[in-house]
């Protein structure tokens, strides 16, 4: 059987299992794997202090999504596991990555630690919650030293789905097709916007 027709009779199911036992193993390099493609270069490393931030984080991977980005994502502690956060950041530019972005809540030393770690950009994002609800990890995440900036958002949902957006903008500056989404992506805000406003033009007049 020729080269291609091996590929092509390749089990997809396989692939996707040996890929995935792959990532089991080597955590800290994870190859994603998609339907339209078997491996992609993750250029987006999205590190959460806790699974229990994962519900705000998905916004955060929506966003990508929709941009077409190639990201990994994984749950590590600047301090339950200093050490694997220490072993995700290390190297990360060798593997592809072009900038992290780093969410924690309550004492949210993570994005600072991820930024000691790398000279990539690096997008903290405040998570709410806690005592404080969130402005205590606002404030952890904001108040860094001259010399290791964070580009901190605002702090849950919004927050999440920005750093996704200035993470998409920092790629699209070496990315003429990225820079287009992004003014489509305006355009379209901006008409949707227009629509409401025509919706809420068309209530007033039977008020
Ligand atoms: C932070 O502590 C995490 O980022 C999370 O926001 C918060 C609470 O973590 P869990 O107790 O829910 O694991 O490190």
Known sequence: MPAAGKIAAFPVETAYGLVADAANQSAFHRTSVTKEKLTMEAKVLIIMGSDSDYPVLEETAKVLKQFGVPFAMHVSSAHRSPRKTEELVSGAADRGI?????????????????????????????????????????????QM????????????????????????????????????????YRE????????????????????
């Open 145 to 184: 030293p001259g010399g290791i900036p964070v580009a901190s958002m605002a702090i849950g949902k919004s927050g999440a789905k920005n750093a996704g957006i200035l993470a998409v903008q920092i790629l699209a500056l070496s990315d003429q097709e990225l820079a287009k989404k992004l003014l489509s």
């Open 188 to 207: 379209q805000m901006a008409a949707e916007v227009e629509r409401k406003d025509r919706e809420l033009q068309e209530l007033l007049k039977s008020v």
């Open 98 to 142: 072009q900038v992290f972005i780093a969410a924690a809540g309550v004492a949210a030393h993570l994005p600072g630690v991820v930024a000691a770690g790398t000279t990539l950009p690096v997008i903290g994002v405040p998570m709410g919650g806690g005592a404080l609800n969130g402005v205590d990890a606002l404030y952890s995440i904001v």
